[in-house]
């Protein structure tokens, strides 16, 4: 027993000793890298940090400072640095749910835009349950978020931190909107097949959670009635993600409310998809009924997401700047943390029509 207590110490020693010995070096402070430089910690932390001061200073040195910086290790302290700065360099994101298509799109240039001003990011996804959009921005900020940026979230309130909503039409103060001018959208997408002899024409209308669903429906509608083009209410498809599994929306989508549209038996000969993922979905389920797209059925979908490229054929859309609208975002945002801005911004983007191979002439 005594050899077992015995052995069992020394493994003990011998373990700490392992992890004395796997600690490494104790990690280098922004004083002793600026001692051994012989600067001024203020001029290293300017080059380190990428200031425009750090312009002030000669290549050379900067070059020095850089080079000590990798060979000594030194890494930069994070908590120093947010106690300095009063900010924790974190955005909180919110989205309706995580997948590809609009959301993808978007979180790719907001996350482009934040690590270039070396902030980190972290997304939450709400599912539309109405109790996880009222609490999960302030959740956010509590566990350390600096703002907020909230994807095709619908918002009732004002938010007593900074925030960016993408997708957002609703006038809060201190919330800045940043959404597309869907009614231009609509019209591009109508003209296009009107243009191409398109009188009985089909709609995926958007779902009812989503923000942009009204007013991409009104300019729709207005759209419809100034090219003199009827709407036929059953030849209109409301998504609804309830008939659905749970789970990220996806062409899956498209390809049931697609078969629900045949089901009725209307004759139609283009269909304007609320988004891209049930226009692609939906021409899936058309080729599976014996249609050819798009000699008897065309599509037009909404956002051109990086897969619409690649459909077969490949979608004509409206094409919403989904990478710059997440960039524009974080800017937004960055802008208002640091400058404290609180007006109530509306900044409208333009959408372009697309033209791919999706849509042909209508036969008489």
Same mark, same amino acid.
């Given at each position: 027993m005594l050899c077992c207590v015995a052995m069992s110490r020394v493994a003990s020693k011998t373990s700490k000793g392992k992890k004395k010995?796997?600690?490494?070096?104790?990690?280098?402070?922004?004083?002793?890298?600026?001692?051994?430089?012989?600067?001024?910690?203020?001029?290293?932390?300017?080059?380190?940090?990428?200031?425009?001061?750090?312009?002030?200073?000669?290549?050379?040195? &900067?070059? &020095?400072?850089?080079k000590a910086a990798e060979e000594l290790n030194y890494r930069p302290n994070y908590f120093a640095r947010c106690l300095n700065k009063k900010r924790s360099y974190l955005v909180g994101v919110l989205v309706p749910e995580l997948g590809e298509g609009y959301v993808a799109g978007i979180l790719a240039g907001i996350e482009r835009e934040l690590l270039q001003d070396k902030y980190v990011y972290f997304v939450s996804s709400h599912q539309w349950v109405p109790k996880l959009i009222e609490e999960t921005p302030r959740l956010l900020v509590e566990r350390g978020a600096d703002g907020v940026i909230l994807v095709n979230t619908p918002l009732s309130h004002a938010m007593p931190f900074p925030t960016v909503n993408v997708g957002g039409h609703k006038k809060l103060t201190s919330v800045a909107n940043i959404h597309l001018d869907n009614r231009a959208g609509a019209a591009l997408a109508l003209e296009h097949l009107a243009q191409q002899g398109h009188r009985r024409i089909a709609f995926f209308r958007g779902h009812a959670e989503s923000a942009d669903t009204e007013d991409r429906w009104a300019g729709i509608c207005e759209t419809a009635a100034r090219l003199r083009i009827s709407i036929d209410p059953e030849l209109v498809v409301q998504l609804d993600k309830s008939l659905m599994p749970p789970g990220p929306s996806g062409p899956e989508e498209g390809y049931l409310f697609g078969q629900k549209l045949l089901?009725?038996?209307?004759?139609?000969?283009?269909?304007?998809?609320?988004?891209?993922?049930?226009?692609?979905?939906?021409?899936?389920?058309?080729r599976d009924a014996g249609f050819r797209l798009p000699e008897d059925i065309s599509v037009v979908g909404f956002d051109d997401v990086h897969g619409a490229a690649f459909a077969y054929p490949p979608l004509t859309?409206?094409?919403?700047?989904?990478?710059?609208?997440?960039?524009?975002?974080?800017?937004?945002?960055?802008?208002?943390?640091?400058?404290?801005?609180?007006?109530?911004?509306?900044?409208?983007?333009?959408?372009?029509?697309?033209?791919?191979?999706?849509?042909?002439?209508?036969e008489n």
């Open positions: 010995a796997e600690a490494g070096p104790k990690q280098v402070s922004l004083r002793t890298l600026a001692e051994h430089l012989g600067l001024s910690r203020a001029s290293v932390s300017f080059v380190l940090n990428d200031s425009p001061m750090a312009q002030t200073l000669s290549a050379a040195t &900067r070059q &020095r400072i850089l089901a009725r038996r209307k004759k139609f000969s283009a269909l304007f998809a609320f988004n891209d993922m049930s226009a692609i979905g939906a021409m899936s389920a058309f859309t409206v094409r919403q700047p989904l990478e710059e609208m997440g960039e524009l975002a974080a800017q937004t945002l960055l802008h208002r943390i640091e400058k404290g801005a609180r007006r109530a911004d509306q900044i409208l983007l333009k959408p372009k029509l697309v033209v791919r191979k999706s849509v042909a002439l209508a």
